[in-house]
């Protein structure tokens, strides 16, 4: 897949949004980000993914990350989906901006075109493209769902908690890791160094190799 892609520097790019005109550099600042991608306003798996992603917008605020929506319309049909939007999901407001690419320019450069599908103009759609972003500005995970199959908000909530516990400490998490589940020390951490570093102790698994690198913890 050409384009955009983990570690890769997203670009600093300027567009007009909800929000009025937008460097992404500057909105995101230090902070880490999410930037994700929706096929077209008024569409109905669109609207059920931007009102959770408000409902969801307070424990994304919580751990640091700001969010930025992006669909291909312009910033007027934004606005007035968005009343949409909140009506759908009661209680939500969309206080996230929400990139505006009626020329598809954002799209590409995001690396976030979906192939297989086109307006009625034959122009190229976005996929449910989803980056997590962190403060460097480096792509640290991505999601690329096709326009039929809605994004999951606890798994992006999930995915972000794993990140942030992998930047902060030594540490990956396990297959199904839930937060709050114990984390794997990372192979790299010798056990005496591992003393050091999780006083708390660590639990190795005993595997038939007795090679220890299956060591869990709690951080
Ligand atoms: C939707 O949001 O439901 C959708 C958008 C574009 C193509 C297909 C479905």
């Excluded at 050409?2 to 009025?20: R, W, Y």
């Excluded at 009102?51 to 007035?80: I, P, T």
């Excluded at 995001?110 to 759609?125: A, R």
């Amino acid at each position: 897949m050409p384009g955009l892609t983990l570690g890769d520097t997203i670009p600093d790019l300027e567009a007009d949004s909800t929000h009025g005109r937008i460097k992404l550099y500057d909105f995101i600042d230090d902070s880490w980000a999410i930037i994700f991608s929706h096929p077209g306003d008024f569409t109905p798996v669109c609207t059920t993914e931007l009102g959770k992603m408000a409902a969801y917008a307070k424990e994304f605020e919580k751990r640091g990350v700001k969010l930025v929506g992006l669909s291909c319309d312009d910033v007027q049909s934004h606005k007035e989906w968005m009343k949409d939007i909140e009506a759908y999901t009661p209680g939500c407001k969309v206080t996230y901006p929400i990139l505006a690419d009626p020329n598809r320019e954002i799209i590409k450069q995001l690396n976030m075109v979906d192939p297989d599908e086109k307006d009625s103009s034959g122009n190229q759609l976005p996929s449910r493209a989803l980056h997590i972003v962190g403060p460097d500005k480096k792509v640290k995970l991505s999601f690329l769902y096709p326009a039929s199959t809605g994004r999951n908000l606890d798994e992006v909530l999930r995915v972000l908690e794993s990140l942030q516990k992998a930047a902060k400490h030594k540490v990956a998490t396990p297959a199904n890791w839930k937060p709050g589940d114990p984390v794997v020390i990372s192979a790299s951490v010798s056990n005496e160094r591992a003393k050091e570093m999780f006083p708390q102790g660590f639990e190795t698994a005993d595997l038939p190799s007795k090679k220890d690198y299956l060591r869990f913890t709690k951080v």
